[in-house]
T-cell receptor, first 114, second 112 residues
């Protein structure tokens, strides 16, 4: 009965590889997000989708491409992985798009690029 | 200047102590304010929203001072289970979209 789930939980890969992280929420929410938490613990928003439409696209390299096949799923594909991509990636969801809404986070995907 | 600034700590306190965390934000147009809690190697979870009138939830009290762009969190009678990182979170107005700006967090360690 996990509300927001992510796969995989851990990802160790070589520089230059392409990898994907998947996120699913069963809360019936309309909006989903990807965040990156770096080694200094700053949590920064990368993307947000509302009903499959991209609504927030922060300054993120083009190597990162989100895809939302339906409003319950938001995937993140990363091309040509670099050392600096090593971080924890959190997916989150909210019912709507208003700033007062509680964000529900997934457990995170720990990515290590060697 | 960072958009949301917090004292990183760590704050090491004994059980039963009262501890206060502070946070400042740079965008005066910010609309909503929160404290999230993040346990080690876990995801952030909402602790409480912060209202202009101040609000309390059990041992936790949050205050907002819009004029000074300052948010605080007070924890009374600290428990071992309060050990975590506390994230100050601000939602600026951004075309109506829910874009949260997180501080780097203040680490709290409660010891017996």
């Amino acid at each position: 009965d996990t509300a927001v789930s992510q796969t995989p939980k851990y990802l160790v890969t070589q520089m230059g590889n392409d990898k994907s992280i998947k996120c699913e929420q069963n809360l019936g929410h309309d909006t989903m997000y990807w965040y990156k938490q770096d080694s200094k613990k700053f949590l920064k928003i990368m993307f947000s989708y509302n009903n499959k439409e991209l609504i927030i696209n922060e300054t993120v390299p083009n190597r990162f491409s989100p895809k939302s096949p339906d409003k319950a799923h938001l995937n993140l594909h990363i091309n040509s992985l670099e050392l600096g991509d090593s971080a924890v990636y959190f997916c989150a969801s909210t019912k709507g798009i208003a700033g007062v809404e509680t964000q529900y986070f997934g457990p995170g995907t720990r990515l290590l690029v060697l | 200047r960072k958009e949301v600034e917090q004292d990183p700590g760590p704050f090491n306190v004994p059980e039963g102590a009262t501890v206060a965390f502070n946070c400042t934000y740079s965008n005066s147009a910010s609309q909503s304010f929160f404290w999230y809690r993040q346990d080690c190697r876990k995801e952030p979870k909402l602790l409480m929203s912060v209202y202009s009138s101040g609000n309390e939830d059990g041992r936790f009290t949050a205050q907002l001072n819009r004029a000074s762009q300052y948010i605080s969190l007070l924890i009374r009678d600290s428990k071992l289970s309060d050990s975590a990182t506390y994230l100050c979170v601000v939602s600026p107005f951004s075309g109506g979209y829910n874009k949260l700006i997180f501080g780097a967090g203040t680490r709290l360690a409660v010891h017996p």
